[in-house]
């Protein structure tokens, strides 16, 4: 039988071609493009100057004054976002808040409404403020395909039962510096891009797409008009290179592939394809590759076009884009024109259908929309006319092992240094890791490599080589990667800032290739050769239990039986000491200077229990339940209510994640949610909402901190809490909170000061923060 | 050793003893054959390339010492060409090294599996399993700016735009077969391993799309693009850098045989080059002079005539500061003028992948 139906039942669209799904479809099926010459001087210096970009009074015409003051990008995700949930009908009565998530795909780290950057998620979490949306968040920066990618992870919500309706999207506006990055890459088309017939550049583009996913079920109850079935999506990594796609469109076959199977269809069910269509050589002639691979001779009956030269590249907002046009496709039985086509035979792909400049009305039941980025992250949608309610099961239950771990971090490489770091007290904070003596890829590789896929390459090696696993080539095919981020890689987007700032003719194009958040993934990818779903998760703090979250998912629908979870941060200045006086960080101490910021890189092996026990591998820990909680984001009158805030979302996450765990049938003879907490406290003032949080929704247990030991590493600290869990429960290893003298909450007997635990404890609870916005909890236990 | 498809071959085709190995020379004619590989494709006998497997717990350890390149995380899907030296810095032989997941194979240059084998037993201080595969798999090459079509038709098109140096295990009407995307020639290029029990099928089947080329187009070819031909570049004395092939050693790895002696030669500079000319009259003997200014400053390594040049193709190692294009030098009493590699520009740079 067949998971729960999931659909579409709203849909929100701000792009150059058009300000709401009307206009937009409207000027899909009469050619109306929308790519037009960049008007600001700045854009002067470079000889492309078409982009596809979004009138200011579109948007000021569709937000309220209250809005006014956001910056450009929450102001065209808030103007799809609203109009998907009014299309949709949907209600504060018709479903609860805790129960109404978000998933925002987004490329570019974009500027705050004063021109600073801001943290990855900040968007996401404006618009969850403004729409009350206090179910799961998830930020996803696997570049150009994220916001395909995120209408995927949407649909996993639901099936898990997170949430009833979840805001999936894309968002990212016009900048200059990717601007220049792309120009610099000579990937721009001087005029109007032309896709699949001159392919000589891409153009950019501006814009958000959200489509309003819920379950048929719920949606039919409420009376509201499915507009199509999210049937199936596909995930895979070329594992080839940095920016360019692996040009046997193996990689892209196979998101296809994974995504029909997913729907539980066939290539022959499949009427119509959105391709990716960027315009670029590269792109359009692999893509071609695809259509042969996937349709085989079928592949000139299958039209497939692309709607970039209406709209430009929207990077992150594509894949959401092109599926509201997919949508629309579905709806009105029309495939929308590849305009701009040159169909005089010069350069292209011979027998392929590309719907040339004129939209054509045909019977479509069955869509694939593609997405291909950076990093050789591939994502499919599988889009098909909504059939009536049916008999669904749940998502199985399938018990997932942690199985090996890779920590690099300044207190140690490897789990054997970290151990005997903890174990002597000794903490690292504030010291770049170090990979001495060792490389942990091919020196080719290597050397060309920035220092955070360096840190996320040498963990993944180590937690890959502590598992104990040995997989020959073909089983690596469907190995899955996640990988988690704050903020990706300071060094290679502060090279390439500073070389825009120089002279915008003369951008750093490896650093570019490197300023997509989903680069390192794509890296590790690479390195290890893993060609299996992959995703890449943005929540600062959050991102590793966020990430976890999507490995089981993974596993639990049968997608991958072994997933690499691997997180990096890092903190520029960050310098590799051998001695000295490093501060050292005090994580709930009332007295503490403040958090100390690092650089550090930690993976875990996650594994299905059955693929565990078929290989005899050894876990540190089975993973009993996770639980996400979204804070009320503010903007709070005064701190106190921020506060408040952030510790009842530490409190539902733990509940939740406690929660999970009963329902899969964990027991506890001792009654308690765990023996021991390690929190995500950073020697702040915030340190003491977490611990009262703590305190009482987990009593009894010892509560410590991994920032003690490596400082504050943003998503790494996550993963490293979840490391430290699980070596808790297998080694009885957990670290100790020396200088603790007086903390934030609690008595001092409630936390460990010494280091070293009596012995392995049975249950273990990693938090995880990115305060203010999501706070997450993991409960592992022995195994 | 003769070539486990002689009898696949024509009659009239034109053996030559090239080291150990007894390989086809031609098929039909030089200009005939290098018109092929240079402008459809051609199908290669490289019967010649002994193959050697390493296997063991230690498989890639000695592997990684032996070896003048960085093979540690060489996957099997990758492979690449390196040297092996010994340790004088001498090269032993040049190789294709393909990862596998038991291990390592090596493929040797045409005529050197022998020597390269006594060379790995008699580095084995790692006690790993040498097997030599030569009797029992061989090689066929497809090469030419559409041999990707070729590969489409005779196995599979997701194949043919593999990435340089990418292998993938197929099966070839029931034989397994290892698919290598390579390349000698600047062309298209491919490389299939296979049982030799299979190996006249898929030669008979490849000549149904494509047209044979012996060694002679075959060396031509890989000269006018400067990849080295270690039978005639590889002479008695001369360092790695010498030689041109510093690019197949990568001295930032820690440890391999012969990495003292390239790095002594790194930091000593000076000595020879090897670079390319042509013209003159007739083609020089290996070893003539070469002059300038009256002056004698190295000697000729290896010549040939061109078909695609139409004249006289050569490599000369000379002194260091002499070793540029575009110098006017005297090579048997005749004018020759050197050039930068490649020779001649290959017509698949300019021919897309469909």
Known sequence: MALRPVVVTGLGIICAAGRDPAEFWQRLTTGQGGLTPVEDEAFAVFTARHAGQVPDEWIAGQLPGSDAALDRTARLALVAARQAVGMAGLTASEVAAERFGIILGKCQATPDAAGRYQPMHRTQDVVAERLGLRGPRILVSTACAAGGNAVGLAKDKILTGEADAVLAGGVDPLLFGTYAGFAGLQALSTGPCRPYSHSDGLNLGEGAAFLLLEPLDLALARGAVPLAEVAGYGLSADAYHATAPDPTGRGGASAVRRALADAGLTPGDVQYVSGHGTGTPANDAMEAKVMRLVFGERAGQVPTSSIKSFVGHTLGAAGAVEAVASVLALRHATAPPTIGFDDDGRGRAGDLDFVPNVARPMPIGTVVSNNYAFGGNNVSLVLTTPGGPRPYEELPRREAVITGLGPVTGAGTGVAELTEAVLAGRHGAGRAPSLEGRTFAPRSLWRHMNHLSRLAIAASRLAWEDAGLKLPRKDLDDVALIFATGAGSAESTGGFDESIAANPNKPAVLSFSNVVLNATGGAVCQTLGLRGPTTTICNGGASASIALDCALELIRSGKAEVVLVVAADETPGTAALDTGDLPAPSPYDSGSGGAVRGSAAVAFVVESAEHCAARDGRPYAGVLGTGHASGDTGPHTDAEAGADADADAVARSIARASAAASESGASTASGSVAGLVVGAADGTAGDGVEAAAVLAGAPGARLTASTALTGDCQAASGALNIALAALAVRDGVAPALTGLAAPRAGDLAAYVTKPGLDGPVERALALTAAPGSVRGAVLLGAR | ?354
Request: proline share 4%.
């Open chain 2, 1 to 354: 050793m003769a070539s486990v498809l002689a009898s696949a071959h024509p009659q009239e085709t034109v053996y030559g003893q090239v080291g150990d190995a007894t390989v086809p020379l031609r098929f039909s004619s030089l200009d005939e054959e290098y018109k092929v590989l240079r402008e459809r494709a051609a199908v290669l006998d490289l019967g010649g390339h002994g193959l050697i497997e390493i296997t063991g717990p230690d498989a890639v350890a000695f592997a990684q010492r032996v070896l003048a390149r960085d093979v540690e995380y060489l996957t099997s899907d990758r492979c690449m060409m390196t040297l092996l030296l010994d340790a004088d810095g001498q090269v032993v032989d040049q190789v294709l090294a393909f990862g596998r997941e038991d291990g390592i194979l090596l493929e040797s240059s045409c005529g050197a599996g022998a020597r390269l084998l006594a060379h790995l037993r008699a580095n084995n201080d790692e006690g790993v399993e040498i097997t030599d595969r030569s009797g029992d798999l061989t090689v066929l090459g497809l090469e030419g700016p559409y041999a990707w079509g070729v590969v489409g038709r005779l196995i599979d098109a997701e194949l043919a735009s593999l990435p340089f140096e990418s292998v993938v295990d197929t099966t070839w009407n029931g034989a397994d077969v290892v698919f290598a995307r390579t390349g000698f020639t600047g062309e298209y290029g491919y490389q299939m391993i296979v049982p030799v029990e299979h190996a006249a099928d898929l030669w008979r089947q490849s000549l149904e799309h494509a047209q044979a080329a012996g060694q002679e187009a075959l060396e031509l070819a890989m000269l006018e693009v400067r990849q080295p031909i270690p039978r005639h570049e590889v002479t008695e004395g001369a360092t790695v850098v010498e030689i041109g092939a510093n690019w197949l050693v990568d001295v930032t790895k820690d440890e391999f045989v012969g990495r003292e002696a390239v790095l002594a030669a790194f930091e000593a500079g000076g000595g020879r080059r090897t670079v390319g000319f042509s013209g003159g009259e007739g083609v020089p003997a290996p070893g003539t002079r070469v002059w300038v200014n009256g002056q004698d400053i190295g000697e000729v390594v290896h010549a040939v005539h061109s078909v695609g040049l139409g004249a006289t193709l050569g490599l000369a190692r000379v002194d260091h500061d002499l070793a540029a294009a575009g110098l006017e030098l005297t090579v048997g009493g005749t004018e020759v003028t050197t050039l930068t590699s490649p020779y001649i520009v290959p017509k698949s740079w300019s021919i897309p992948i469909i």
